[in-house]
T-cell receptor, first 116, second 113 residues
Framework: AQSVTQLGSHVSVSEGALVLLRCNYS??????LFWYVQYPNQGLQLLLK??????LVKGINGFEAEFKKSETSFHLTKPSAHMSDAAEYFC??????????????FGIGTKLQVIP | KAGVTQTPRYLIKTRGQQVTLSCSPI?????VSWYQQTPGQGLQFLFE???????NKGNFPGRFSGRQFSNSRSEMNVSTLELGDSALYLC????????????FGPGTRLLVL
């Protein structure tokens, strides 16, 4: 069975500071990994995805994540936080061999607060 | 292209009633998946439809059902509503089943009183 653990349900950073949102996964096979962002009263928007190509994945809005197999991690980072980054972020994992995306498992989410 | 649309955006029902939610995928997308989002359980997969057939199903009771039409639009139905069904219901579409990139709609927020 696959699972993801997001460390910290709430994270606060100052505007201009580094954003680091942590995600650890558990999967019996090399997984697909995703980060999504959800703004209030909106659906999820894909930030980036790892599908066994480059381990450092660049996404939209200046975010990137690095797949580290030895640490079973896929942490999301952004060098400089902007007020518009305030949202909830979800890490997700899927087993490519299971028929793909529809078997995706989401983390519980991390709410990012950006302090001016 | 227009994004995924969901109607209605907000809904209030009472226990025991039934509800139908609608999702229109992005034009050309044939796969539609439904998710339930609650503060306690997070995002949970309900089911996926592709070419009018249910392809995958999550761990939800039979009160939750869905269907897909020939134009790929999908409906989700919940019968005999319970208080615990209060949630944000999200629909996501992709071009093909098993495709790793899904596009989510804004969701329907259901409140059961």
């Amino acid at each position: 069975a696959q699972s993801v653990t997001q460390l910290g349900s709430h994270v606060s950073v100052s505007e201009g500071a580094l954003v680091l949102l942590r995600c650890n996964y558990s999967s019996s096979v090399p997984p697909y990994l995703f980060w999504y962002v959800q703004y209030p009263n909106q659906g999820l928007q894909l930030l980036l995805k790892y599908t066994s190509a480059a381990t450092l994945v660049k996404g939209i809005n200046g975010f990137e994540a690095e797949f580290k197999k030895s640490e079973t991690s896929f942490h999301l980072t952004k060098p400089s936080a902007h007020m518009s980054d305030a949202a909830e972020y979800f890490c997700a994992v899927s087993d490519p061999a299971s028929g793909g995306y529809q078997k995706v498992t989401f983390g519980i989410g991390t709410k990012l607060q950006v302090i001016p | 292209k227009a994004g995924v649309t969901q109607t209605p955006r907000y809904l209030i029902k009472t226990r025991g009633q039934q509800v139908t939610l609608s999702c229109s995928p992005i034009s050309g997308h044939r796969s539609v998946s439904w998710y339930q989002q609650t503060p306690g359980q997070g995002l949970q997969f309900l089911f996926e439809y592709f070419s009018e057939t249910q392809r995958n199903k999550g761990n939800f009771p039979g009160r939750f059902s869905g269907r897909q039409f020939s134009n790929s639009r999908s409906e989700m139905n919940v019968s005999t509503l319970e208080l615990g069904d209060s949630a944000l219901y999200l629909c996501a579409s992709s071009q093909q089943t098993g495709e790793e990139t899904q596009y989510f709609g804004p969701g329907t927020r259901l409140l059961v009183l």
